[in-house]
């Protein structure tokens, strides 16, 4: 009897326990299937990565490259062998240390799909290590941008993984999630299309200085963090967020931005300074848009103006772009973007005549639970039909769009033509960087597969450039060249809100949606 008592006490401490434990409610921007943030470029799997795993550098709010797992690091006077030691304390979720190993396999399998990855691995003559604290890079000659590459903040970011995990196949997906980093993903708990649960690790050991972008300490000050995977109708959301039902709206619908600037319990928190970018993406294997003319055809025909006030419509969110990479940037600029800028449907209805374009109907992939981007698809139809082309519009959820764009089989055994997505400033703002200047055909790492040697051969001149105003001329150059193949539709930039429950702090300026430093009063 005294043990039953003892018992029945014991739960109900837990139960009490639980029930004080602080649970962070978010409501992200899309649903989580794919789990794995290197073989996806997917936000939503780079920001369960971020959860759960760490890195070797970041990058801070003013685009500092700094430490976040390494504690020192020394460069050859040549340029061409980097020594990197490992902090102390660091530790997977399953009690094992974090070795040089874990490290040098994880950075091998990135660097086999990440854009910026597979650029650094061009150089990359081999890697090593002497100790379990200590990795090197030793480079068949020096480049200009190998901590920029590690620190990388946004998709594919260099997450750090136990070795006989990072050892998969990086085109097959992981079934492994033991990270290093802040929370532990609960497995048991997660449901696609219902929840992820995220439970704080104990024994993380964050950095000691301030949070800043995806740098600094990650400091934990919640038990859990919930996400609502099914919560997708924007007003039930918001309904959700003023009953104090949820903590944060991740991506506030466009719709309801002024209502909620008015709302006494509701912030919008500033967390990015730099905006995002939409863009339409060719599949370039298959007809029609395996020609460039009428992928330049498709350029002349999509006004970024009627994608923005269709898609954001509020206009202090959204600006016009006519660059490739973000505006306001280093890079930006409108080089070579005359066949878009200055063009109209007149115009495009020519080209699409002179492209010799026969009739092929072009499947546009639709995602319906994506309020960021589910209008795009309906504006890029309309203006494809008024062009000339035949459209197929197939709707789906995002997650299974992200995994169908993955394919590269023919339109008539599941593949597609386009799909429109949005990108965060800092992944497309240099030519290293931005995965639609990648144009090595089927072996580069994002999914549209555009060829092309003229551009390839300006990017790799860019990337052993080191004075800044050649590295800008040469920019432009690429640019020019990715306009006049087509790589993709730029279709112009905007910001995302977010909203939260005003018991919510700690919010800070970085890539995009990241949980740690957060408190919940």
Request: some cysteine; glycine content about 6%; hydrophobic content about 40%.
């Amino acid at each position: 009897m005294r043990k039953l008592v003892a018992l029945v006490a014991l739960t109900a401490a837990f139960g009490i326990s639980h029930a004080q434990d602080k649970v962070l409610r978010v409501v992200p921007h899309s649903n989580l299937s794919i789990l794995d943030p290197v073989w996806t470029t997917a936000y939503m799997s780079r920001n369960h990565g971020y959860m759960i795993y760490d890195t070797l550098f970041g990058t801070d709010e003013k685009n500092n490259i700094k430490p976040q797992m390494v504690e020192s690091w020394t460069e050859s006077p040549d340029h061409r062998l980097w020594s990197f030691k490992l902090r102390k304390g660091l530790e997977f979720h399953d009690g094992k240390p974090v070795t040089s190993e874990d490290v040098v396999a994880s950075l091998a399998r990135w660097g086999k799909r990440d854009a910026m990855g597979s650029a650094l691995m061009t150089f990359v003559d081999r890697m090593d290590t002497p100790s379990a604290d200590t990795f090197r890079i030793f480079l068949r000659e020096a480049c200009g941008f190998t901590l920029e590459a590690l620190g990388k903040p946004s998709s594919n970011v260099p997450f750090i993984m136990p070795k006989r995990v990072a050892d998969t196949d990086p085109f097959k997906q992981i079934d492994d999630y033991i990270g290093s980093g802040p929370y532990v993903f609960k497995k048991d708990e997660f449901k696609p299309g219902d929840k992820a649960v995220y439970v704080k690790f104990a024994k993380y050991v964050p950095r000691k200085e301030a949070p800043s972008g995806t740098t600094g300490g990650k400091n934990v000050y919640v038990d859990r963090v919930e996400w609502n995977l099914a919560l997708r109708d924007a007003q039930a959301q918001v309904n959700a967020l003023q009953k104090g039902e949820v903590d944060i709206i991740e991506a506030l619908g466009f719709d309801f931005f002024e209502n909620a600037k008015k709302d006494p319990n509701i912030q919008i928190p500033k967390y990015s300074t730099v905006n995002l970018q939409y863009m339409a993406r060719f599949n370039h294997l298959h007809k029609p848009f395996d020609n460039p003319k009428v992928r330049q055809a498709v350029l002349a025909a999509f006004d970024q103006k009627q994608f923005l006030q269709a898609q954001v419509g509020v206009k202090e969110l959204y600006n016009t772009c006519a660059s490739m990479f973000t505006c306001g940037t280093p890079y930006g600029s409108p080089a070579g973007s005359d066949i878009q800028s200055k063009s109209n449907m007149k115009k495009a209805q020519e080209l699409v005549k002179a492209s010799g374009y026969d009739g092929t109907p072009i499947v546009v992939m639709k995602p319906t639970d994506l309020a960021s981007i589910q209008k795009l698809p309906d504006v890029a139809a309309q203006l494809l039909r008024q062009a000339g082309f035949k459209v197929d519009l197939q709707a789906m959820d995002w997650q299974t769009l992200v995994g169908r764009r993955a394919k590269k089989d023919p339109i008539d055994k599941g593949g597609w033509n386009m799909f429109l997505t949005a990108w965060q400033g800092h992944d497309i703002w240099n030519p290293i960087a931005n995965p639609t200047m990648d144009t090595r055909g089927e072996a580069s790492g994002w999914f549209g597969w555009g060829k092309d040697d003229k551009l390839l051969a300006l990017r790799a001149q860019f990337m052993r450039e080191t004075d800044n105003a050649q590295k800008k001329k040469l920019a432009d150059a690429i640019q020019t060249r990715a306009f006049e193949i087509g790589t993709h539709v730029p279709l112009g930039e905007y910001s995302q809100p977010m909203a939260a429950r005003k018991n919510i702090s700690g919010f800070f300026i970085t890539n995009g949606n990241i949980y740690w430093n957060l408190k919940k009063n």
